[in-house]
Each structure stands twice: as structure tokens, then as C-alpha cells.
């Protein structure tokens, strides 16, 4: 979906209410929601959870607030992170959240700590993919497997990638690369 | 392991990880009625009332009426009723549904506008009018079938759905036409309608689900034929468009025949080495994207034509019959050296070419994967 696109619709949304417009969003964005929020959640039924949750807090966050979005794929995937950290945290997986109660979707800013709990993925993976799936939950700085499961696990593009991310395209890239030689080098320890 | 083997594992981890957590269609149906109805309170659902019209009241009335007047002025007020009860029932049939008295009014009101349009530009704009009634239409014959419905109530929907299309080739030819002939700032404006109308129609049918995919792809085809008009006339310098909204318009369209690919071997319309095959001018096309977006669009273009070809065919990728006497003989008389030897028996070929099947191709590919991944 272009961005003139984008905009059309959440203009309709802020200045009708139209649900039909919104429709148009939540089957745009929701397989893609569910992709980054199932591999964080135990189970299929949590994840259908929050990704509805995603879309209802949008839906809000649209009619009353008047700033122009930029880039909605950015905010779709902040209230995604935002109620994941908070289903951490209720899950007492975490020990601290700043500003639990009141998140900001302006300004995230959370940290996970234990990241690498046993949290079991709820996709039946074949054998095959869970040694690269092992070696890619021990990829550090996060940010490299951050980016290499944006790119080949939710397919986003590298404009899409730069969006949430915050960073220039050419910096994406060049992230991509790194992650992925620095995931070659585990993989051949 | 190698890092092209490396990304070619993350790529079939990726492949494998979206199979299994795909939304069905159920469950996009049963989580849109979820959030519909938490968000419902924060709308008023606008009822339309259906308005019935002053004149075909007026009319009702008039015709109910007995007339005792002089000849001329009955023959004046018949004139009248005529030009008047003409104007109502058009009017009145304005919402009408095939199968209605009215309908044919309607149809045929809309062919007089038509024909007395005085420019390509303005019939271009009618079959769009037309196409969005007929879309309107469409959505709300496929609401009423029901496993009640006859074969004439579906015979019906893809009659109204063949209109749209109909409509839809005449906007796209039109504005072909108009490409050629006119200046840049008519065809910018001409593009913008179109790209406006085919957003109002995607919405519309698109209510319809599925049944609305011949549609839908007429619709895509037109945004195609308008995008490729304005990256050639912006390279040009004819236009002075934003290259950034362009090149994000171009990604759309890759990643729209991306998509259709995959649903094409999920649906196993085509196998995955025709996948393959398409996705090179997919991949072919995202390159592109940075040098120039005709050439890009174009590889675009060549990889929907094959999606097209492949998923159509009857006999999909192994071999058809060609029976062409005049070539036939042009290839065996080359062959045999002009000898006359002729052979009218029907060429079998194969409609993957054989090279394709062969190792050279397979290096040949992978060489391109390689050249390719590196760029990622």
C-alpha cells in the first residue's frame, strides 16, 4: 500500500470514522501484526489476542489524535511491541517496565530484560529450520536478528525495515549484511 | 555453510514460518466482526433513506388523471408528459438492479450520454461513471445470492461483472489513445480520476470477496497501463512528479506479483519452478527499481504475462501441439536445405523451452541468485 494511500485512509478513519476504511487497513497490516507477535507469545490464541488488541488501540489512537502520521507500518509495529512488553510484564516474564501503566506510543522506550527465557514458540517448526531458529535466538547485538527476521521472516522490505527501524535505507542494508555474516560465523562454530 | 546458502535457508525458514501462521479466511472473517463491533459505538451507521422522487409521484398522479382539454393543448401536455415521465423514469431508475422494469431505462440513458459525449476524454470519464454504477450493482446482487439463488441470478452477477470489465478495457483504451495525443497536463489529470475511480471500484466489489477477482484484476491492470504512462513521460521530463511516491507505486506493483506467485504455487496453479522462472523478472524488477522505473515496470509486466500464460494454460508447462503448416514448412525446408521436403505433420514444443530444463540453465540461475543476494 503506498503512503498517499495510507493517508487517504487514515484520513477517513480521523474525519468519518469510516469502518470500511479501516477494514481496508486491518487486512493490510493484520497477517504481518500476527507474524511479529506469534513468535513472542506461547500460543496462537494469545497471539490472535493481542493482534486484534493492536488494531483496536490504533483504531483510537487514529479518531483521537489529530498529529499526521508518517509512516503507519512504524506505529502498527510500536503497539505491537508496546503490548507485547506489556504481556511480559503481566506474565511476570520481566521484572520492570517503564511506565507500565501509561505507555506512550510517542516514545517507546522498553527494555526486556531475560529475553532469552524459555518462552516456546507456538509454530511447529520443521526440524531442519530449528537449529538456524537456535542460532538465531543467540545472535547478538538484538538489533542484527531484529533485522534479519523483519526481512525473512515478516518479508518486509528495507524502506519498510528503514521505517521502524528509524534508520536510513543504506544503513538497513549494511545492517542486513553484518547480521547475516555474523550469523554465518555462529553458524559455523 | 556458505552465505548464499545461508540466505537461501533464511529465505525457506521465512517461507515455512508465514505457511504456518497464516491468517485463514475464516479467521480474517471472525476477527474483523471482533474489532467491528468493539469500534461500532464510536460511529453512527448513516441510514440512506430511499428517496422516492418528486416527478415519478408527479407521474403516478398524471397518468391516474383523466384529461378533458382541447386537442392542441392536450397534444402540448402530452409533449409535456412525455419529456417529463421520460426525466422521471430515468430518475427513478437510477438505483435499479438488473431484473427491475426500470433497469433498461437506466441502461439505455446511459448509453444516449455516452454516445453524446463530444470527446475521447469525456467517454473515458462516462465508462468510468458507468463502471462504478455497475460496481455498485455488483456488490448488491452478490449480497442477495444465497444457496437459494437460481443459475439467472448468477448468470446475472457475472453479466454485470463482464459490464465492468467491458468498461474498464474502454477507459484503458481510451487513455492509451489519449497518451498519445494529448499534453502532459491532461493526461496527469486524466490519470488522477482513473487512479481515484479504480480505488472507489476496488473498494466497492471488493465487498463482494472473492468473487470479484476478475474485476479486481481488470482494475489492477488499468493502475499498471496508467503507472507505466507517467514513469515514461516523468523520465521524459514531461512530468514533474515526486520520484519517491513513483518509485513506491512501482514497489507496489512488485510486490503485488510477488504475492501473486506464491498464492499462484499455494494454490498450485503453477509449480515452483515456474515460480521460479516468473520470480526472475520479479527479482529482475526490484534491481530496476534504483535505475529506472520503466525498465522496472516493464520486467513487472513480463512477469504477470507469464503468471497469466502459465496459470491459464490448459496444459500447464509440459507440452502443447502446435500446428502451424506455413511455419512448419519454412523450419523443415531450412533444415533439409531447400530440398522441398515438407512434413505437414502438427510440431510438438514444448512450452518450457528445453534449454530450461537443461544443467547450463540451472548454473545460469544460480549465478543470478548469487548476483542478486549480494545486492540484498
Not at chain 1, 118 to 136: G, H, P, Q, T, W
Not at chain 1, 138 to 151: F, N
Amino acid at each position: 500500500m503506498t503512503k498517499m494511500k495510507e493517508k487517504k485512509l487514515v484520513d477517513k478513519v480521523r474525519r468519518k470514522k469510516d469502518p470500511e476504511a479501516f477494514k481496508i487497513l486491518y487486512d493490510t497490516f493484520q497477517q504481518k501484526v500476527y507474524h511479529k507477535i506469534v513468535r513472542r507469545v506461547p500460543s496462537t490464541e494469545e497471539a490472535e489476542d493481542l493482534k486484534q488488541e493492536v488494531f483496536l488501540k490504533l483504531w483510537n489512537y487514529i479518531i483521537s489524535n489529530d498529529r499526521e502520521i508518517e509512516y503507519l507500518s512504524a506505529l502498527i509495529y510500536k503497539i505491537a511491541q508496546n503490548l507485547i512488553a506489556e504481556y511480559y510484564v503481566n506474565q511476570g516474564l520481566v521484572k520492570t517496565f517503564k511506565d507500565k501503566d501509561k505507555i506512550d506510543l510517542d516514545e517507546v522506550a522498553w527494555k526486556i530484560e531475560d529475553k532469552k527465557e524459555n518462552i516456546e514458540y507456538a509454530v511447529n517448526l520443521k526440524m531442519e529450520f530449528r537449529e538456524l531458529k537456535i542460532n538465531l535466538d543467540k545472535l547478538e547485538p538484538e538489533e542484527y536478528r531484529q533485522v534479519i527476521e523483519l526481512r525473512f521472516l515478516e518479508e518486509l522490505s528495507h524502506r519498510e525495515i528503514s521505517e521502524i527501524l528509524d534508520k536510513p535505507e543504506g544503513s538497513v542494508r549494511v545492517l542486513l549484511h553484518r547480521a547475516i555474516k555474523k550469523l554465518q560465523s555462529i553458524m559455523d562454530i | 555453510m556458505t552465505e548464499k546458502e545461508l540466505i537461501k535457508n533464511l529465505k525457506s525458514y521465512g517461507k515455512e514460518f508465514r505457511n504456518q501462521t497464516k491468517i485463514s479466511e475464516d479467521q480474517k472473517k471472525a476477527g474483523w466482526d471482533y474489532i467491528y463491533s468493539k469500534i461500532q459505538e464510536d460511529f453512527d451507521v448513516v441510514q440512506e433513506k430511499v428517496k422516492t422522487s418528486f416527478f415519478v409521484r408527479l407521474a403516478e398522479n398524471i397518468a391516474a388523471q383523466r384529461l378533458m382539454l382541447k386537442p392542441v393543448a392536450t397534444f402540448s401536455l402530452v409533449l409535456v408528459l412525455f419529456v417529463v415521465f421520460s426525466f422521471a423514469t430515468v430518475n427513478a431508475s437510477n438505483n435499479t438492479l438488473p431484473g427491475n422494469p426500470l433497469y433498461n431505462f437506466k441502461i439505455a440513458a446511459e448509453k444516449t450520454r455516452y454516445i453524446l459525449a463530444f470527446s475521447e476524454e469525456s467517454r473515458a470519464k462516462m465508462s468510468l461513471d458507468i463502471a462504478k454504477r455497475r460496481a455498485n450493482e455488483f456488490t448488491a446482487l452478490i449480497s442477495r445470492i444465497d444457496s437459494s439463488s437460481t443459475q439467472e441470478n448468477h448468470n446475472t452477477v457475472t453479466y454485470v461483472s463482464d459490464q465492468i470489465k467491458n468498461h474498464l478495457t474502454d477507459v484503458k483504451d481510451k487513455f492509451s489513445k489519449m497518451n498519445s495525443e494529448k499534453n502532459s497536463k491532461d493526461v496527469l489529470a486524466m490519470a488522477k480520476v482513473i487512479n481515484n475511480d479504480m480505488d472507489d471500484i476496488t473498494e466497492e466489489v471488493s465487498k463482494a470477496g472473492g468473487g470479484a477477482k476478475d474485476v479486481l484484476d481488470e482494475v489492477d491492470d488499468i493502475k499498471m497501463v496508467v503507472l507505466a504512462v507517467l514513469v515514461e513521460r516523468q523520465e521524459a521530463g514531461d512530468l514533474n512528479l515526486s520520484k519517491e511516491e513513483l518509485e513506491e507505486e512501482v514497489v507496489e506493483q512488485i510486490a503485488k506479483i510477488s504475492g501473486e506467485v506464491d498464492q499462484a504455487v499455494y494454490e498450485e496453479d503453477i509449480n515452483e519452478e515456474q515460480a521460479g522462472l516468473i520470480s526472475e523478472n520479479v527479482q529482475a524488477a526490484e534491481v530496476l527499481v534504483g535505475e529506472s522505473l520503466s525498465e522496472s515496470l516493464a520486467k513487472v509486466k513480463e512477469a504477470k504475462g507469464l503468471l497469466n500464460d502459465i496459470s491459464k494454460s490448459e496444459v500447464k508447462g509440459v507440452e502443447i501441439v502446435v500446428e502451424q503448416e506455413d511455419m512448419l514448412e519454412e523450419v523443415v525446408e531450412e533444415e533439409n536445405g531447400s530440398e522441398g521436403v515438407t512434413s505437414t505433420e502438427p510440431v510438438v514444443q514444448s512450452a518450457v523451452d528445453p534449454f530450461f530444463a537443461s544443467e547450463a540453465w540451472e548454473l545460469e540461475q544460480e549465478e543470478k541468485v548469487e548476483e542478486f543476494e549480494i545486492k540484498i
